[in-house]
Structure formats: structure tokens, C-alpha cells
């Protein structure tokens, strides 16, 4: 893993082995930038960094530039993400000096949710490229000040980049590939798709560990807190590479308090994942119910966050 000074904060403490928390922050279905100042007080010391969303599942939403420009304000380390689903190369690149301008140097790399699965299904994707070939272009950027063409800027863009993996798509061995070309064009940290199948995480997690993959990356598990177990069955059954096991919707729809017990279980999951080599922090995705976040990262003892994290205020969960 890279062993220069850490750029952002994310990456100081991972780079010293402290267990991360991140969380992710979708923006307004308008143009409501408080809405991020709000989502942002249930981040604020209680994670170490909040990811940005880019027109998540295809929906349109606003833009993630100016939202993480925002959060950053309130006092939150941000992190943007950047599909190529909606930019060709031109795009992410502008959007990319626009962070990095403005201060902001965590950039998750993806290729995006396919445009037919959201609320404009008669768009035409971009896809001018893909999540490797984008980092790989995002390193160079970053690391040689060079535009994808190879044309020279003025000025340094120091980037922590992120990808994405999904231990749960088969084939297995196609995983682990994609993960090695991720890193070999110079990834810093993955995020995985949202587990709730601890086994097959571990089959995944195991073939990674064989090839070394975990010593060369920082791996973000990911944690899905669902309200209610119709949310895990439209999970189940609507989003491609999500496994839900039957036992954890029985037990949603027999909880007396379902919100009471999603916490509970996203605790669960953060004690079983903190404990996995190869493991550097969990990424929580509370798909709009961000006020989760403090109570879930409170009872995990995962308090308080690494120095220069501001201090949590006093935040109820509602």
C-alpha cells in the first residue's frame, strides 16, 4: 500500500491501521443544498469521511462537486464519487479539478448503475469509459499532473482513490481479477457492495487474501442498514449482486421495533467485520436515514474517531 504522506485524513488513518468508519451521503432529488448541511450533522465525528453519491441507482439527484464543497464547510471530510455512466472523459476530468480546487482529494472511481434501472431509463449512458480504465486515467492525473490524453497541467492533484468490488457476482475468480487490474492501475481503497451474507463475503474475502490483494488495498465493507424487512425483500429481489438471507428478513418482520433492531444488526456486522484480517473499516450506506449513523457507530464503541475529526453533537435518531 502506498507509503507516502497521506493526502486526506481517510487515508491518515488508514494508513495507521485504525479501524475506519465511512458512511454515505445522498444529495436532494432538487436544488436543496441544506439538506447536506443537515445530513452532515450525523456525520460530523462520527466517521471519518462521507461519500458523496452520484445519481445513485440511476436516479438523478444533485450534482456531487458542489455537495461535497458543502460538506466539507460543515466540517465533514468529504469523498466524491464520479460515474462514468453519465461523463465521457472530458466531464470527469473537469469535475475532477473542481474538487481537487476546492480542496477535496478523495475521488471513488465507478462505472454507475446502468440508466434503464433508474428514473430515466430513455437516457443514453456515456460509458465513454469503465471504472479500471478510469483509475488508471485518475492516477496518472493525480500522480504525473497529466490529462487522460497525456497533455501536462500546471499545479498538483493529489488524489486518495477508491474503487468498487461486488464479492457476491459470480464467477469468483472474475472477481478477484478485477480487483487485481484495479490495483495494478493504482487503486487505493475498495468499497464493497453492501454485505449481508457473512459466508460468501468470507469465500471472496479468502481468494483476495490468497493472491495478497488484501495487503495492497484498503477494503471498506459494506453495510446496508435496511428500516424494514420489505426493504431487505425489494433488495433481495430488485438489485443485481445483493444477497439477502431469508433468516434476516424473518427477523425484521418479527422485531417489535425494526428501526431498533436494523441498528442492532449493523452493529452485529461491524463486530463480526472489525474482527477479519484484510478488513481496514466498515462503509455504512443507510440509503436515506443518515440519522442512523451516530447511534449505529456509538453502540459499535467505535467512539471516539481518530484526532482531527470534529466532535460529534448530540444527535437523536429519528
Sequence with gaps: MNAKPPRTHLERVLQER????????GPAKGPNLDLIRKKSVHCKGYVDAAFITDNQSAVVRMSPVPCAMVLKECGVEPVVQLTCRDRNRMALQSEMLAMVGAGIHNLLCLTGDHQSLGNHPMARGVFDLDSISFIGLARKFADESRFFNGEQFKGAAPLFLGGAANPFAPPLHARVVRLQKKIANGVDFINTQAIFDLPMFDTWLEA???????????????????KSARALAFMKESISGVFVPDGLITRMEQAKNPEDEAINWAVEMIHELKNREGVAGVHLMPVMWEAAI????TRAGLL??????PQPESVAVR
Design 18 to 25: 485504525r479501524f475506519s468508519i465511512t458512511a454515505e451521503v
Design 208 to 226: 483476495i487474501k490468497k493472491e495478497g490483494l488484501h495487503e495492497k488495498v484498503y477494503i471498506l465493507a459494506g453495510i446496508v442498514p435496511a
Design 294 to 297: 451516530p447511534e449505529i457507530v
Design 304 to 309: 471516539p474517531r481518530p484526532e482531527s475529526a
